[in-house]
């Protein structure tokens, strides 16, 4: 798995599909498998196979790692969407036609869609970097002449200066008078906003006895766990804006700041300029099956947590049953865990059609 959250994901996908990322369409599953192969060139037929689009592919053929980290960037972005609305009505439905039909409006799942996209990205090629897994960069250079010298100690940041800017260039702005491309754009921004704000500086002494005489410093992100729970506050406080859209003409204006919040002086855009979320549209219930999502019908829920709003007040179902899972283990030296083996009844609750 391309993903190591210590959260395991319900219903994560196939290793023989991936996700491709694009300016126009996040997490989007494409029947994909990354095989080694022996022409020099592999890289771009790699790239090629992603859909990406013109100046997308441009840039993934520069460098023979950026195809794989695509592939790891959305694939790790849709198990932390999965994780982060497990508890919810919509939980993070991928599946073509339910997708497809969500981007084509402005809900602010949609809008966490573009967040977690862009943050994926920006995490997975600032990591590449300092893995040395691309050509085109490598460890984030020290922000002083003291800690340049000290590299010879293994310390190697996070190169976030990179990453930010390829994804900038990656999903690109498309034309201010786009009225959903902007706030689409803005959403992607947010979610490098969100990895800029969780660096962290990690320092390590070196010396005799543990002493400082060399101090290693150097920049590394949050755990990406971190970067989706903020995101998942920014949805849950995503702001709704409007535009001066002419329905019969089908020409967007301006677009509206929220109620009771001012659009700023000098005319520019009234888009927030502080990192938050934004969508044009209020969202479906998500209750019953549409073009939005299969509906809740059959979704497991917790009794008392989160039942009575995941099945829309249709009630569950509860069905007994006996399992059995590893308990009481011990590690053995040397070199393996021993485990008894227990078993337990436990209720299971699913939400009536």
């Not at 020099?40 to 992603?50: N, P, V």
């Not at 950026?66 to 982060?84: G, H, I, N, R």
């Not at 001012?262 to 549409?290: I, M, N, Y």
Request: with cysteine.
């Amino acid at each position: 798995m391309l993903y190591g959250s210590p959260h395991p994901v319900a219903g994560a996908h196939s290793l023989l599909s991936v996700l491709r990322l694009t300016g126009s369409e996040p997490l989007t599953i494409l029947p994909l498998t990354l095989e080694t192969e022996a022409a020099a060139q592999a890289h771009y037929k790699a790239c090629d196979r992603l859909k990406l689009e013109r100046k997308q592919r441009r840039m993934c053929r520069r460098d023979p790692g950026v195809a794989e980290t695509l592939v790891e960037a959305v694939s790790m972005s849709a198990l932390e969407c999965q994780y982060q609305f497990r508890f919810e009505r919509w939980n993070c439905t991928l599946e073509g036609r339910y997708r497809a039909s969500l981007l084509k409006r402005g809900f602010k799942e949609t809008a966490f869609l573009y967040a977690i996209s862009s943050a994926g990205l920006t995490h997975a090629l600032a990591k590449a970097c300092s893995a040395g897994r691309m050509e085109r960069c490598t460890c984030d250079e020290a922000p002083d002449l003291e800690n340049r010298e000290a590299w010879q100690w293994g310390g190697c940041g996070d190169n976030l200066k990179y990453s930010s800017k390829f994804v900038k260039e990656f999903l690109g702005r498309r034309s201010s008078k786009d009225l959903r491309a902007r706030v689409d754009f803005h959403n992607n921004l947010v979610g490098v906003k969100v990895i800029k704000a969780g660096v962290e500086t990690t320092c390590k002494c070196h010396g005799v006895s543990g002493s400082c005489t060399v101090r290693t410093c150097w920049r590394q992100l949050a755990p990406f766990h971190e970067v989706g729970k903020h995101l998942k506050h920014k949805y849950e406080t995503a702001l709704k804006v409007g535009s001066t859209t002419n329905e019969a003409t089908g020409e967007a204006g301006a677009i509206s700041p929220p109620r009771g919040r001012a659009s700023g002086s000098g005319g520019g855009d009234p888009l927030p300029r502080t990192p938050e979320l934004v969508h044009l549209d209020d969202s479906p219930s998500f209750c019953l099956a549409g073009r939005f999502s299969p509906g809740t019908a059959g979704r497991r829920c917790h009794r008392e947590k989160n039942c009575e709003s995941i099945c829309c007040g249709r009630g569950h179902n509860t069905q007994s049953r006996v399992v059995t899972r590893p308990c009481q283990c011990q590690v053995r030296w040397c070199c393996y865990v021993e485990c008894r083996q227990c078993t337990q009844r436990e209720e299971v609750y699913t939400c009536k059609g």
